[in-house]
């Protein structure tokens, strides 16, 4: 698909993750709003959902829109904390870190997750499958220094 291979060209660009962390996310959250939690603008490039989490400061939710990989049973999703490429780690990641019970509205339903970071084995096995979902990780990898934080939400038990 070129289209396919034209979105993932420009999203690998340093111009792209100039702009695109400030316009994406104010998109999809107008869009989400809009459609009663149904839609988010950037699943016509990836899958995503909206993750509310704990603010690991201040202790008070924080909603943001995100690109997953979903995951073969339909009860697990993957996250990258890749920030575009840029050098720090983005801040729903450290909420994870602090506090990994949170919830994602996902396809219009409210879910409650658990967020696991991947370390080892377990981690380059996902990066591996990411790569194929998405390769201009690869790209985000390569311009910073940090390895970027990958994480695996679970349906938490009702």
Known sequence: MIGVRMVQRVSSTRGFAKV????IPALDRAVHRLT???YLLSTQMLPGLILTSTGARTGLPRRTPLACMPEGDGKGWLLVGSNFGRPGHPAWSHNLLAHPEASISWKGRDI???ARLLAGEERAEAWTALLEFWPPYATYQARVTRQIRLFRLTEAPR
């Open 36 to 38: 009663g939690g149904r």
């Open 112 to 114: 409650p997750v658990i």
């Open 20 to 23: 695109a962390p400030h316009v």
